[in-house]
């Protein structure tokens, strides 16, 4: 009798340990929430960001497999695009540069374009200097490691989401 109620108390200490160690290694791994324009400009401007993946939903037809595929960055993103870098600048303006490897001999080494954060800092819209073309870019992560992104795309009259994760050169 004694060693079957030890058993259990020993059972609830491991128990109540276990979800204690839970909670604490929670606590320390979580970061504070960045939302300030400051902290995210610093973040975004602290490295020259190139694409490392890349996701379609729904799934697109892709002609190479034969099939549809979530996989945008492998089916859909032309190779030449994989050593393009994005810079950002404080005064808000950013450079696409193509890398090494141009799509279109004839397309410019660099292009500046203009970008802010909404209101919420859950997004980075851009466009052009003089305002045309503007992009939405949701933004679904941003710390000194990765940038991920979300925008969508109309292909024959149906609307897909695109997100892209970045990260640092």
């Known amino acids: 009798m004694c060693f079957t109620i030890n058993f259990i108390a020993m059972q609830t200490i491991i128990k109540l340990l276990a979800a204690l160690l839970t ?3 929670y606590c ?4 504070p929430k960045v939302n300030t ?14 694409i490392t993946q890349a996701s ?3 799934a697109l037809y892709s002609p190479i497999l034969g099939n549809t595929t979530n996989d945008y960055f492998t089916y859909f993103v032309s190779t030449c695009i994989y050593d393009n870098q994005w810079r950002f600048f404080d005064n808000n303006t950013y450079q696409l540069d193509e890398g ?3 799509c279109n001999s004839t397309d410019p080494q660099t292009i500046t374009r203009k970008w802010s954060f909404s209101l919420t800092f859950d997004a980075i819209n851009t466009a052009n200097v003089d305002g045309s073309q503007p992009i939405n870019y949701q933004l679904l992560m941003l710390t000194d490691y990765s940038l991920k992104i979300r925008r969508t795309i109309e292909v024959n009259d149906n ?3 695109i997100e892209e994760m970045y990260h640092p050169q």
């Not at 320390?28 to 970061?31: A, F, G, I, L, R």
């Not at 324009?37 to 190139?50: D, P």
């Open 23 to 25: 909670i604490c290694v």
């Open 100 to 102: 090494a490897t141009r």
């Open 159 to 161: 609307e897909y989401e």
């Open 37 to 50: 324009t400051e902290e995210l400009t610093k973040l975004l401007i602290a490295h020259n960001w190139h």
């Open 28 to 31: 320390t791994c979580t970061k």
């Open 56 to 58: 379609v939903s729904p």
